[in-house]
């Protein structure tokens, strides 16, 4: 008799929520193999892909088919699929990408199918939607290719202008941040380009247009609000502090058309509610127009939101005279050259202003000095008589001083933003608006799985444009299955107003009501099944039972307990491993 032990842990738990969402059946009704693939379909192996993912925490092709072997009969009877190790292999897995990979249209078809199903199968509120996009760094070398390639030089938040890259945009439903459409972009892509169409794609996924859509000041482009209102669509946005914006607030906030009004924001404890303010702000109503294609011109209201943020306000308060001591330290080590004059002087004293952006915060004054000195000419000890020139030497020195009335009006400044919306005031009102916006971190925390969290996207080894765009679609539907299964159970909890206890390494009686799904996976760790394997048969025990906390979160999920029933005794058959 051969005995092993297999690890089971969530993995009954991850195959059942596959099934349950059909990302099998969807990506087989999308992508056919060719008639020379064998085994697993693709939407077989997509699922199985992703579970490697959320499960094993890694997404290297090379140890996918390792990672079946040490899970082969946990999975086969997880799943129920006639399943051989060969059917992982990185081969496989990486043809599979590239073929998901390799038609952009159907992408979006698998996405929109798939999202329709989330959001009825699920009952998934569309009133919200974010959009953002982020940059992944690559360390391939620089390829010969031109336009077509995936790869480009790029501004970006990792600041690594000499790696190249690739952009990824996420689309998310509040309040869970469930992502309904992602897309994979050319590195050296503009943000500007990309807001308009993936609203109108969330627009086709979600049904309706009614939804708010909330974005980041790049979304606040003239255009792009004025497509969005004239196709019929609602958008938040903050307004860039660029060109005439600063000016436009300085005089709103200084001579405010309206009394400021405290914001608050409800905070719901265990036994009551703490209202706290967070900040004060008015409302102004603008007229706006816009000209669209074929010299039409596009008129509408906004409401301007003017907003400050007391966190905010003292954050930036905070900043600025750090800004001032760092200039007025490097201003006051900065010595004069040779024959410099007070004007070139004063300009390498305003770069380290504006380096500091402290411009108009200090005031310099440079004064030139010139000092004539007599140099006899020739060689040796002067005479009485020698020929003399002379010269006329010139000093500059620097004096500097804080503006305290500009410093005082920046300060004053501090916390202030602009926020543009065209929903009208009885659909939102100021403190909705700014509790919309304070929410913005949701769509971020997906980028934040992908990038340092539980599904690590980096580093990247694929090297290939389609095989990259199959695995981020890949990897889309995995922040899926995550972000669903902490809203089920934040919803469940909610709804029971039962906190759920023992999620917590060290302190088992720590409560919650909003549990992260990386929590309510990690009880399963642990669980494993005994394989003994004869001649004739082979024999599946689970070892260890089900604990309370274990029931406790399957039940929460509407998930079967018998998805850990893996008892079994069956003839032999051809088992690769």
Request: net charge positive; aromatic share 8%; glycine share 6%.
């Amino acid at each position: 008799m051969e005995m092993k032990i297999e690890r089971v842990d969530e993995i009954p738990m991850l195959l059942y929520w596959l099934k349950q969402t059909r990302v099998e059946e969807i990506v087989d009704s999308i992508w056919k193999p060719h008639g020379n693939w064998k085994g697993l379909t693709y939407g077989q192996l997509a699922v199985l892909f992703v579970v490697y993912v959320v499960h094993g925490l890694n997404h290297r092709l090379y140890q996918m088919e390792q990672w079946v072997e040490e899970h082969f009969h946990v999975i086969s009877q997880a799943c129920g699929w006639t399943l051989s190790s060969k059917d992982a292999t990185d081969d496989r897995a990486g043809a599979m990408m590239h073929v998901l990979g390799s038609d952009i249209s159907r992408c979006i078809s698998f996405q929109r199918e798939s999202g329709r199903h989330y959001i009825q199968a699920y009952a998934l509120p569309t009133d919200v939607v974010r959009y953002d996009t982020t940059s992944f760094n690559v360390h391939h070398a620089t390829s010969s290719k031109a336009s077509n390639d995936l790869f480009h030089f790029g501004h970006g938040k990792d600041h690594r202008p000499d790696l190249l890259q690739f952009k990824q945009g996420l689309a998310t439903l509040d309040p869970g941040g469930f992502p309904l459409f992602s897309e994979t972009m050319e590195g050296n892509v503009a943000d500007d380009t990309r807001y308009v169409p993936a609203w109108r794609e969330m627009t086709v996924t979600i049904g309706h247009k009614h939804f708010l859509y909330i974005a980041d000041c790049k979304a606040a482009a003239l255009s792009t609000r004025g497509i969005i209102d004239h196709e019929g669509g609602r958008y938040l946005f903050p307004l860039p502090m660029t060109g005439e914006v600063p000016a436009k607030l300085k005089a709103l906030v200084t001579r405010p058309p309206a009394k400021p009004e405290a914001i608050y924001r409800h905070q719901v404890e265990t036994d009551r509610t703490v209202i706290h303010e967070i900040g004060r702000g008015f409302c102004v109503n603008t007229p706006v127009s816009f000209k669209l294609e074929l010299e039409t011109v596009h008129n509408w209201d906004e409401r301007w939101f003017i907003v400050q943020s007391r966190t905010y306000a003292r954050t930036q308060a905070k900043a600025i005279m750090a800004r001032l001591k760092k200039a007025q330290t490097e201003l006051g080590r900065l010595k004069p050259k040779k024959n410099e004059t007070g004007d070139q002087l004063c300009q390498r004293a305003q770069k380290i202003l504006k380096d500091r952006s402290c411009l108009g915060l200090i005031d310099l004054e440079a004064r030139e000095t010139i000092v004539r000195k007599e140099k006899h000419m020739g060689r040796g000890r002067p005479k009485a008589d020698s020929p003399r020139i002379v010269e006329e030497i010139t000093g500059a020195s620097l004096s500097f001083q804080r503006n305290r009335t500009a410093i005082a009006e920046a300060i004053r400044l501090a916390g202030w933003r602009i926020y543009v919306t065209n929903v009208p005031s009885e659909a939102m009102t100021l403190e909705q608006s700014v509790r919309y916006y304070r929410e913005e971190w949701v769509v971020e925390r997906g980028f934040h799985r992908f990038k340092e969290g539980s599904l690590p996207a980096l580093p990247i080894y694929l090297h290939l444009p389609e095989r990259i765009r199959g695995f981020m679609m890949l990897l889309s539907v995995a922040l899926q299955v995550i972000t669903l299964i902490e809203f089920v159970a934040r919803k469940n909890l909610a709804a029971s107003n039962e906190p759920i206890a023992g999620l917590v390494p060290g302190n088992p009686k720590m409560k919650t009501l909003r549990p992260t799904t990386e929590r309510l996976l990690a009880p399963f760790k642990g669980l494993h099944l005994l394989v003994e394997k004869t001649s004739e048969s082979i024999k599946l025990r689970l070892i260890e039972e089900l604990k309370p906390i274990q029931e406790h979160i399957l039940h929460l999920l509407g998930i079967p307990p018998d998805i850990y029933a893996l008892h079994s005794d069956v003839a032999i058959f051809n088992d690769t491993t």
